[in-house]
Each structure stands twice: as structure tokens, then as C-alpha cells.
């Protein structure tokens, strides 16, 4: 049976989906728990902005050196000679894994010498004890980087054979190993011991997907091949692949940056917000991209364009069903999540509502973050790495340029706002190019139910705002209990609203939502794949 719960495979973008937001939801709940036992412990201060900013150039190395060549071109590759000869998909990995995981190992031991002048390039705010806790800090994360350089090969292969459970489940126990070193570990070692937590939460990340791929069959192997064509193949796919994600990391790495420059906290207020910001964006968003990726694929394999665009507007439509009472629920109830989230201990109230502040900036976004994800995965099935890239990059400079003139006159709020600003425009200029490209996108349909979607929001908003001051005039929110049950029922009602307007208005995607849980609760029909449905 866990040999079976390793290995099982998912049949269908819905299954997949399914699994990765469920799982991903649970990994950040876990995260959302991290945070909170270490704003409870540190507080918006000193200490958790040198952790936040000691992982900068160690995430930025690795995401550039090996998601770059794995998202490229490896899961193709693999996915190949995986279903013809697993002996050859098996000696590609090891390839792959020797040789990136070596080159990685080489760059972060320079980088290692080098954490005094990278630290100060990406904290120029810090001196002192500040500085030095950081320096210290990110010397210990690259070992925690090597660690998921390993398991981010085998995630790959995980997603290559389409076993999303144990790839999906490896944030969770990451988290695990964080929250155990800050029990732990800062106890015995001091703050340092928050980097060796997460040393410990990579190491059980690696383990994990480690389980799964050698339940699939593979054995490692010492093979080296500086000269094998499928090497060679991959390290040029990455190049544009690799620019994409630079322009990324650059960007957030310059947002810390100008958040270090502010007031003592504003590093670790924006990097809380930002991991709130993506709570919705990575279980909803995410998991209908990835998921619907190999079937936008498939259409244009078959050059069948008109089911490109039906692929393409029904992951679209199924996100934003989720993704605009999320944005309401976000924008009214903010300062209640950042006080459940982070409002323990030390996180004072000035930090609460700082947060909540820049939380709200960032979730006026939320639809225009998301459907990013969606188009550029469009792009990808396309063969187009580079319009992502053009429109990263006018995205990352217009969000850096707002940033620089925002955030001395509104502090890190304003690095909000421009974020959400960029993210808007991106999306403005990858839509107009896919439709130039590809012709009409269903956007008519796209509307009708955006509008009808944001009716039913407008009226789950108002009856959650009603909602919640009636709890505020019987129960005062003085616990976290109170607060905890304040959004627990204004929440789940103004969902509840959202579904019934939605019913009400006749939206296909709300209609098609409650049949679905009809038909599973009476068990009278299996599950339909949704995205194949022209009427879904």
C-alpha cells in the first residue's frame, strides 16, 4: 500500500489538480504556522530580516542553475525515454544530477567566500551585528540549497512520470524541518539555528522525493558526461528559461533591497505579506497551470488550436471562479489573517497593520498574478520562451521603477502597490500577444463570466463586512480564538453568498461546481474532466 501511495499516478488534469492544491493548501498552512511561531519568537526586527534576506542569492543560484535547465527541457526529455527505456531515462538523470549538482556545488562554495559583498549587494541597509547575523545566516542556507538541488532533479522525474503525491508533499515536511529548528535548534545555537532548521527541512524535502523515484526504479549511478547530446540539448533549451527567472529573482531580490533602506522590519513585513499574497495564488492559481499544461500541449501537438483555446479559457475561468472571492475575502478581511498568521508575541500591532496594509496592495492583483501563470504556460505549449521573458522583464523594471519612487513616501506598502501594478501590465502584454498570435481567446466568455463572478463577489463582500462587525458588537476580539471564529463565520458566509448569487445568475462555472459536489455526494455519476467540456 505505500509502495502504491509513492507510485500511483494521476489520470486526469482534474486529479492532478486536486492534488496539488489539497496539498499544497496543507503545505501552506504549515508555512502560515512557521511564520507565526517566528514573528512570536522575533517580531518584525533585526533578527528575521537578516534570516529573510540571507536567502536571497542562495535561492536565486539555485533557481537560475537548476530550475532553469530542469524546467527547460528535462521532463520532455525524460517523459520520452521514460516510456520507451527507463534504463536511459534513469542514466539521463544521473547525468543531469551529477553534473548540474556538481556545477551548483562549485558556484555556491565562491559564493560562500563571497557572502560578506553578496549580502551587502542585496541588503545595503544592514551593518553591524544585523549584517553579520545575515552573512552568517546565508553561509548555512547554500547547504540547504544542495540539498534541494538534489531533490528538485528528483521532483522532475516525479512530475515526468506524473506522481504528483510525494512531490507535492515535499514543501510540507520542508516546513516541518524549519518549525523543528526553531524549537529546537535556536534554543541551543541562537538565531543561527533558524538556517540550520532549514538545512533540516531540505535534507527531509530531498529524503522524501529520494522514496519516491527509487520506487519507481531508479539507482543511482556516478555517470559524468560533459559530451552526452541530451546535456547538451538541455543546457541550450535553458538559456531563455533561465533569463526568465533571473529577471524574477532580481526583481524580488531589489524589492527586499528597498524594503532594507526603510525602517527596522519592513524586509520581514514585506516578505510576510508576500507569503500571505501567495497562500491563494499557490493553491489555486498553481495547481490549475501545472495541471492543465500537458493538455495545452497535446492540443497544439495535434494542431488543433481551437482546443488550445478552449484548454487555455477553461483553466482561466476555473481560476478566477476561486480566485475573486479570495481577492474579497483577502481585501476585507486582511488584518484578521495577518493577526491569526503572525499577531502572537513579539509582531506588534504597528507590524499587524503594516502587513495587512501591503497584503491589501498585493491582492488587488490577485486575478492579474494568476492568470500570468496560466498564459505563460500557454506560451510555453506554444514553444515561446521568449515573450514570457519580454514580458518578465517590462514587468520586473516597471515594478523596480515604481518600487524606487513609492517606497520612500509610503515605505513598504508601496512596494505593494507596485508590484500589483507590474503584475497588471504583464498580463495586459502577454494577452495581446497570445491574441495576436493565436487570434480570439474566447474572451467573450471569459467576461460574461468574470462579470457575473464579480456580482456574485460584490455581494459575499458585503455580506461579510456586515458579518463581521456584527461579531465585533457581541464578541470583543481581545483572544485569538475570537478573531479565529470573526473570520470563520463572516468568511463562510460571504461564500456561501458567493455560491448562491452564482446559482442564482446561472454562471457555468459555479452551476457546474454545485453539480459536481451533487453528483459525488449522491455518488450518481463519476467525475467529468472538466477542462474537456466547451460548456464547463
Known amino acids: 500500500m505505500i509502495k502504491a501511495l509513492f507510485t500511483s499516478k494521476s489520470g486526469s488534469v482534474t486529479s492532478a489538480a486536486i492534488i496539488i492544491g489539497a496539498l499544497s493548501l496543507m503545505s501552506r498552512l504549515f508555512g502560515v504556522f512557521r511564520d507565526n511561531m517566528l514573528a512570536g519568537m522575533f517580531g518584525a526586527g533585526d533578527i528575521l530580516d537578516a534570516y529573510t534576506s540571507s536567502f536571497l542569492i542562495p535561492d536565486m543560484l539555485l533557481q537560475l542553475l537548476m530550475l532553469g ?9 525524460f517523459s520520452k525515454y521514460y516510456e520507451k527505456d527507463d534504463e536511459k531515462a534513469w542514466h539521463f538523470t544521473n547525468n543531469i544530477l551529477n553534473v548540474f549538482g556538481v556545477a551548483f556545488a562549485i558556484v555556491s562554495a565562491l559564493a560562500i567566500i563571497a557572502a560578506p559583498w553578496l549580502t551587502q549587494l542585496v541588503a545595503p541597509g544592514y551593518s553591524g551585528e544585523k549584517l553579520e547575523t545575515a552573512i552568517a545566516m546565508s553561509r548555512v542556507i547554500y547547504l540547504s540549497e544542495l540539498f534541494f538541488a538534489v531533490s528538485m532533479v528528483f521532483g522532475s522525474v516525479l512530475q515526468g512520470t506524473k506522481r504528483f503525491f510525494l512531490y507535492s508533499l515535499a514543501p510540507i515536511v520542508n516546513n516541518i524541518g524549519i518549525i523543528l529548528g526553531a524549537i529546537f535548534f535556536v534554543p541551543l545555537m541562537g538565531p543561527i539555528g533558524l538556517a540550520w532548521g532549514s538545512v533540516l527541512g531540505a535534507a527531509m524535502h530531498a529524503l522524501l522525493q529520494t522514496v519516491g523515484v527509487y520506487a519507481l526504479g531508479y539507482r543511482y549511478s556516478s555517470v559524468f558526461d560533459l559530451h552526452d547530446k541530451d546535456l547538451r540539448t538541455t543546457g541550450i533549451q535553458m538559456i531563455p528559461r533561465v533569463l526568465g527567472l533571473a529577471v524574477n529573482q532580481i526583481n524580488f531580490v531589489v524589492m527586499i533591497a528597498l524594503a532594507s533602506l526603510s525602517v527596522a522590519g519592513s524586509a520581514t513585513v514585506l516578505k510576510f505579506a508576500y507569503n500571505l499574497n501567495s497562500f491563494p495564488i499557490g493553491i489555486i492559481a498553481m495547481a490549475y497551470a501545472v495541471a492543465s499544461f500537458p493538455l495545452m500541449c497535446e492540443r497544439v501537438a495535434a494542431k488543433d488550436m481551437r482546443g488550445f483555446v478552449d484548454a487555455f479559457s477553461s483553466a482561466v475561468r476555473q481560476v478566477l471562479l476561486w480566485i475573486i472571492p479570495a481577492t474579497v475575502m483577502f481585501l476585507l478581511l486582511r488584518a484578521q489573517i495577518v493577526r491569526l498568521a503572525f499577531g502572537r508575541g513579539k509582531f506588534d500591532w504597528v507590524a499587524t497593520v503594516t502587513t495587512a496594509d501591503t497584503l491589501a496592495f498585493f491582492a488587488l492583483s490577485f486575478a492579474a498574478q494568476s492568470i500570468v501563470y496560466i498564459l505563460v504556460r500557454a506560451f510555453f505549449a506554444l514553444e515561446d520562451t521568449r515573450m514570457p521573458l519580454l514580458a518578465g522583464l517590462i514587468g520586473a523594471v516597471l515594478n523596480i521603477a515604481l518600487g524606487y519612487f513609492l517606497a520612500p513616501v509610503y515605505g ?20 495581446g500577444t497570445l491574441r495576436h498570435r493565436v487570434g480570439n481567446l474566447d474572451e467573450k466568455r471569459i467576461v460574461r463570466v468574470g462579470l457575473l463572478l464579480a456580482i456574485a463577489g460584490a455581494a459575499a463582500g458585503m455580506v461579510t463586512q456586515a458579518a463581521k462587525y456584527a461579531f465585533v ?50 455518488q450518481q455519476a463519476e467525475p467529468t474532466e472538466a477542462i474537456e467540456s466547451h460548456h464547463s
Open 69 to 77: 535547465a530542469l524546467s527547460a527541457s528535462f521532463i520532455p526529455l
Open 412 to 431: 513598504v506598502v508601496g512596494l505593494g502597490a507596485a508590484f500589483s501594478i507590474a503584475a497588471i501590465v504583464q498580463v495586459i502584454v502577454l494577452w
Open 473 to 522: 458588537a457581541v464578541v470583543p476580539l481581545t483572544t485569538y480564538m475570537a478573531v479565529f471564529v470573526q473570520v470563520l463565520i463572516a468568511g463562510g458566509l460571504g461564500m456561501v453568498i458567493y455560491i448562491g448569487v452564482g446559482v442564482v445568475l446561472r454562471n457555468e462555472e459555479v452551476l457546474m461546481f454545485a453539480r459536481a459536489i451533487r453528483r459525488r455526494m449522491l
